[in-house]
């Protein structure tokens, strides 16, 4: 059964970075597209981030904030978050692009703390 697994949430100061994990359990190459997505209270989960083969691609709203890259060995997708805001306090996951319903984790929760 594939599985993605996040981590790498915390809690941060506003201005600060963190870098979240996505491992999955059989070669990410096999997926189409893989991407972050978030789920702030109270607020519909949204695509923020995606990488494919070919290219990168980001929510407007977060571009230039956000990097998503992978490392193929270790089958883990990243995604590196720069000058962090309180609105970016959310639960983070990933998952194909577009999503498959199975594959959804239990995210890592991103706190910002002002």
């Not at 970075?17 to 991407?35: D, M, P, V, Y």
């Not at 709203?61 to 805001?85: D, F, H, P």
């Amino acid at each position: 059964q594939v599985r993605l697994v996040e981590s790498g949430g915390g809690l941060v100061q506003a201005g600060g970075s963190l870098r979240l994990s996505c491992k999955a359990s059989t070669n990410i190459f096999s997926f189409g597209a893989l991407g972050w997505y978030r789920q702030v209270q109270g607020k519909e989960r949204e695509l923020i981030a995606y990488i494919t083969m070919h290219d990168t691609n980001y929510v407007d709203s977060l571009k230039g904030r956000l990097s998503i890259s992978r490392n193929g060995a270790e089958n883990t997708v990243y995604l590196q978050m720069s000058s962090l805001k309180t609105e970016d306090t959310a639960v983070y996951y990933c998952n194909t692009r577009p999503h498959i319903r199975h594959l959804w984790g239990q995210g890592t929760q991103v706190t910002v703390s002002s």
